[in-house]
């Protein structure tokens, strides 16, 4: 072999290296990008939990996580099911009845800005949070142990059970709300991500515990289930015990009457102004017109002869996986909806939330096993629907209300905005129950609830003609007048202090009058 060939040969062999060295390092960056994708997409929700608690504290992440995710996501997963089944099963009372029932237990989260201003104006033993925290924590964990602990108890005595449960997380939940509020006056960046955090907290609560609400009602019961939602009332107890608050020495006690005036003027001035009595009108409407008949298809899932009759398993598994719908809710505002204006989102949303409400027409009238869809299926697809379009709804009146509180009050006026959101729910579930009493709707007897159902979806669509009353801004800008958001000059020094306590104050310090 002469040497130009065997020159050619190893510039060959040559070539053939480098080629397959080119395409190792291809495979190798291919594989450490797919890696890093994974990675990323792992680190990402991590790091922005990370940011949040260090640029809000992480005592207020915790509490947030321990009141909307434990609390109110799991223990109202528990309760919402255990509740459903103790007045079909161990009450026996018909679904109009419960739907009313239903409305009066939710009564304490109408009266929020109460409990916002005693937390505030009203201090024990020289703590204006702690104490308030114990009471909720322990009434919430004597009243659901005396609900398991007797099992035939009176109607009254059981809704007054329930009722003092509902408000003891409400007193835990009004405390975070007010962080929520002024933290959102001091990091407005951070606002959308702070109902963020409290969305997905609560939702992925809710997930767990509907995963094993049907599960732990089989086999304990709904009494049984009762009892294990004194542990979630505990935590509230733990929290109050790790909350780190500086006592106020020589309260003046007479100055309560004063200062609770000067909150109630405050808040009425503030009602006054047209850019925020309009949407409060509108979120009370919007809540008020789409009524709710929960309980008749829960009634007719369950009970009906010629329903899906589904087993206490299945309603918390279908249950579960809505929460799912709730969660991708959250997370599609958090990373595509969030940064657009209130008006234009809320029209697809109101929209769709009444289109959604077709699904239920649908299951009732069984055309879903004409086209061969079965029955549980169909339904986890329509409460999962539900529940997205109604997290996506829920989400920017939830930012537009924290933009609405004024600087000195952010807190107590936060309570009073969702005070009558719950008052607008309220009023939809005693309309659901007159409708379900109109109709004839019974434990045995739904031959009526299609209609019932279609005039539900219907009133759905009325708040499309309503949305002039909310502003066209988009969730980065101030809605507030200016006179109002200057008033944060004359408050620095208040709340400059507050920033040292990691759950703030409800209402301005009174200790400086």
Known sequence: MGEEEKLQIIHSEGEETKLQNIHSEDEEVQESEHNNGICSSISAPVNWFKMLAMELHWNFVFSVVIVYGVSQGLGGAFSKISTEYYMKDVQKVQPSESQVYSGITSIPWMVKPLWGLLTDAVPILG?????????AGSLGVVSML????????HIVLALLSLTAGSAAVAIAD???????????GSHPSLAADMQSLCALSSSIGALVGFSLSGILVHLLGPMGV????????GLVILVGVLLKESPTHNFAYQQVNQNLTDAAKAMWNTLKCPEVWRPCLYMYLSFAVSVDIQEGMF??????????????????????VASIGSLLGAILYQYG?????????LFWTQLLFGLSGMLDLVLVLRLNLKIGIPDYFFMVMDASVTQLVGRLKWMPLLVLSSKLCPPGIEGTFFALLMSIDNTGLLTSTWFGGLLLHVFKITRTKFHNLWLAILIRNILRITPLFILFLIPRSDPNSSILPDEMSDSKETTGTSATQNDNIELVALVHNMDTR
């Open 127 to 135: 703590y204006r949070r702690r104490p308030y925290f114990l009471f």
């Open 146 to 153: 005396f609900l398991s602990l007797h099992k035939n108890l």
């Open 174 to 184: 009004v405390t975070v709300d007010a962080c929520v509020a002024q933290n959102s």
């Open 226 to 233: 009762y009892g294990l939602l004194s542990i979630p009332a």
């Open 299 to 320: 009634y007719w899932a369950t009970d009906a002869k010629g329903g899906p009759h589904f087993s206490k398993e299945y309603i918390g598994y279908i249950s579960a």
């Open 337 to 345: 909806l969030k940064d657009h204006s209130f008006r234009d989102l």
